[in-house]
């Protein structure tokens, strides 16, 4: 596998980037062990969205510092100095930074691939900067569905990055675990979405001691044949769709036409998990409409009051 070697310069953490955690796990993280980074938590469009002057919006364009980027997750294997992104993101160039100072090594780290969760533009299109424009890298791995891989090779500007071997597609199939270093596995699983180009998959990570699951984008969750409290209970974290928070959120809107698990819904039908087991869901992938947004909300009230986390930007999650 050809390596994509990231910078050169050994990048020390900030302050900007020790954003404190929200649930078990993230502040006992060992020097050597993998770990999950959190590189993004909104919605595709990113917080604060695209011609959005409302006041909840207002109030990213006024503090950079309230500014959130479109959801990703980041695994990193200090011991091989690797990582993988899981979604390529529109603000990939931020959150390539970001990771690359926030694993502080003192050897540059590499790219080892990229896992793909469907075709819509917060979680693929990212790829572009990948390309001669940009980077041009060379064989950057890339982790596809079969519908999300046809899309990438017949369609343009993708199929360029994949002609010109920027990127090199590698094959998923739902249930079928890969194998990576560090004694790690990723499996993806299929998920009822808007699948107009791609089917839309979650993963399972499986780390040496602990595991996670990405659930980013998903309909409701009973049109899904998974048990999602049975799931939970398997891993350590649990990453899930929190686009909306109730229904209502956009005014003059029928909300049933961008069919997401409310929160609100999602943590009724998460009543029937212990204490500990709620502290593993980390809700994420927030539209600029969701008042999780916003420190200090009545909804983050609600939501950490029932025993659930909030997923937060550098968060780290030791595997």
Known sequence: MIRQILGVLALTISAA????????????????????LVLGVAQDAGYPQAECYRPHCMRGWEDHALRRTATSIAMVDPESHG??????????????YRLRAATSLDEPYSLDGVFLTHGHIGHYTGLMHFGREVMGAR???????PRMREFLSTNGPWDQL????????????????VD?????TVTPFLVPHRDEYTETVGYRI??????????????KWD??????PALIREVDYAFIDATFFEDGEIPGRAM?????????????????????ERARVHFIHFNHTNPLLIDGSEAQETVRGAGFSIAAEGMRLEL
């Open 162 to 177: 994949v002609g010109l071997e920027n990127i090199e597609l590698l094959d998923l199939a739902d249930g079928t675990a």
């Open 223 to 228: 049109r899904w044949e998974g048990d999602l």
């Open 256 to 276: 049933e036409t961008i069919p997401h698990p409310f929160v609100v819904e999602s943590m009724a039908l998460l009543e029937v998990l212990t204490p500990e």
């Open 83 to 96: 990582a993988y992104l899981f979604d390529a993101t529109p603000d990939m160039p931020d959150q390539l």
């Open 17 to 36: 980037f020790a954003v404190p955690g929200d649930g078990p796990g993230e502040d006992a993280t060992p020097a050597e062990a993998p770990y999950i």
């Open 206 to 219: 499986d780390g040496p001691n602990r595991s996670a699951i990405f659930i980013p984008d998903i309909d």
């Open 139 to 145: 064989n950057v791995p890339v982790y596809a569905m």
């Open 180 to 184: 990576l270093r560090g004694g790690i």
